[in-house]
C-alpha cells in the first residue's frame, strides 16, 4: 500500500470535539494529570453537569471536572475546552464561560482552572485583555506541548499520533494500548482518533489493526469503512491497470510473432515447425533475426540458433 494513500477525515458525527469529549469522560484523572497537570493525589474527580439551560448550548463549556480533597482545602474546577481551530469569538467565550463557572461556584470555596486544547496546534496564546478585563487560560497545542511517550504509556496514547517529534516505534505502540482496552466503546474511539490523524500514519495504524485481529472495532467507524472502500478501489484500479499492461505487452509479443511467422512462409514457404519457430525467432531477438532473413540467412542457420 502506498504511503501517500489519501485518508479522509472521519465523519462529522465523530470528530475531534466529540471523541475528545468521549476520552476525557472515559478517562478523567489521567487527562486531568496529563492534559492539565493536576495534582489529584488523595482527590475525589466529579464530572460536573452543563452549566447552563439546553437552550443555551452553543455558550456550554465541553468539559469541567470538578476535583475535592477534603475538608478546609479548596475546591479545584478544571475547565476543558476543545477547539480544532481560531475562531474571532473564541476568548471572548472563554471570558464567558470563566464569568458562568464564578457565578455557580463559591470564590472563597473553589478555583477555576481553565485549558484550552487545540488537536492541531496553532491555538491562542492564553492570556486575554480588554478594558479593565484579563482572563489567564493554559492554552496546549496537542502536536508541540506534550510528550508523546508519556502519552503512549496512557489511555491517551492516541493523541501522540499528532506529536511533532514521535518515537519510531509511534504506531505500534498506540495500537497496543487499543488492544490492551477491553471496553469496546473506549476501544471505538481511540480507533476513531487514530483514523483522524489521515495521510500515511492513518494507514499503518489501520493496517497494524488488522493485524492484530481487531476488524470487528474498524467496521464499527465510518473512516475505516472509507479507507477499507478506497482501498479495494485502488486495488481494482491498480489490477485493471496490470491486466491492460499484460495484454498489451501480450498483444506486442503476439504482433511480433505473427509478423516473424508471415517473413518466413514468405521466404521459405509453408514449414511443419513455422508457428514454434517464429514464436522462437520472436521472443529471442525480434529485431536482429528478421535482419537476418532479409540479408539472405539460411533455414538451417535459423534453426542452428534456437
Known sequence: MSP????????????FDGLYKALLEAHPREALQLLCGAQL???EVILDGPTEQP???????????????GHDVPTDIYHVE???????????????????????YRRSDHRIHQFVLWPLG????????????????????????????VLLASPLAPLALWSQKPPGDLVERVVDRIAATSAFEERLVQVELGMLVGGSLAVQVLEALRRRGMNDVLEQTES?????RRNREQGHEQGLEQ????????????????????????RFGELT??????????????DGNIARIVAGATLAELRSDE
Open 273 to 286: 515447425d513455422l508457428d514454434d519457430l517464429a514464436r522462437r525467432l520472436a521472443e529471442r531477438d525480434h
Open 122 to 149: 496553532r491555538g491562542y496564546p492564553g492570556r486575554f485583555s480588554r478594558d479593565q478585563v484579563r482572563l489567564d487560560y493554559r492554552s496546549i497545542n496537542v502536536p508541540d506541548d506534550l510528550n508523546p511517550g
Open 82 to 104: 476543545i477547539q480544532v481551530q481560531r475562531t474571532e469569538d473564541f476568548e471572548e467565550r472563554m471570558v464567558a464561560y470563566w464569568a458562568s463557572m464564578a457565578l455557580k
Open 224 to 228: 475505516g469503512r472509507e479507507i477499507a
Open 55 to 69: 437552550r443555551q448550548r452553543s455558550r456550554q463549556q465541553d468539559k469541567v471536572f470538578v476535583v475535592r480533597f
Open 41 to 43: 493525589d488523595g482527590a
Open 4 to 15: 501517500e494513500t489519501a485518508v479522509p477525515r472521519a465523519a462529522p458525527a465523530r470528530d
Open 243 to 266: 491486466g491492460r499492461e499484460q495484454g498489451r505487452e501480450q498483444g506486442l509479443e503476439q504482433g511480433h510473432a505473427d509478423g516473424m511467422r508471415a517473413l518466413l512462409r514468405a
